[in-house]
């Protein structure tokens, strides 16, 4: 061993080092049994007010989502544009034309869904989520937020 190389003697540690905390000096095993069994008691307390909290925390998230969710209204007659990914006419890559249309409202439900037409009159067969679709307007096609070459007519 190196102390044995540098000192020429062994070193000898005494069989068992005992440590002792306060912790340790002042536990009692009957009140740690008391104090089990009232923790116990309590377990059905304690998860009713875990659950509270976490009621209180989903709202509090529902509020925030809620908030920062706008709303999209269309009218009738008005033009819009929906989503490729919608439909799945076109597969997806990342050159593909991501809105299809334009398309008129036919008919807005209160639930925010829409029945669309197509431009020469034919009807879409079934309704469309306001998340699915965007304004059109004729500056999109001019600042090239979509191609009007590309749009794609059902």
Not at 45 to 63: D, F, G, P, T
Not at 116 to 127: K, M, S, V, Y
Request: charge should be positive; aromatic fraction near 8%.
């Amino acid at each position: 061993m190196p102390f044995t190389l540098a000192y020429g003697t062994k070193v000898v540690l005494p069989p068992k080092t005992v440590v002792v905390s306060q912790r340790t000096k002042s536990f009692e095993e009957a009140a740690n049994k008391e104090r089990r069994c009232q923790d116990l008691d309590m377990l059905d307390e304690k998860h009713e007010a875990a659950q509270l909290r976490q009621a209180l925390y989903k709202s509090q998230i529902e509020n925030y989502y809620n908030r920062q969710v706008r709303v999209k209204n269309f009218k009738d007659r008005e033009w819009v544009l929906r989503k490729n990914e919608s439909g799945h006419t076109e597969p997806l890559g990342k050159l593909s034309v991501t809105w299809e249309g334009p398309y008129k409202i036919v008919e807005a439900h209160k639930n925010g869904a829409y029945v669309l037409e197509a431009r020469d009159g034919r009807a879409i067969p079934r309704t469309w989520n306001a998340q699915s679709l965007h304004h059109f307007t004729l500056k999109m096609r001019v600042k090239g937020r979509i191609n009007a070459s590309k749009c794609i007519v059902n």
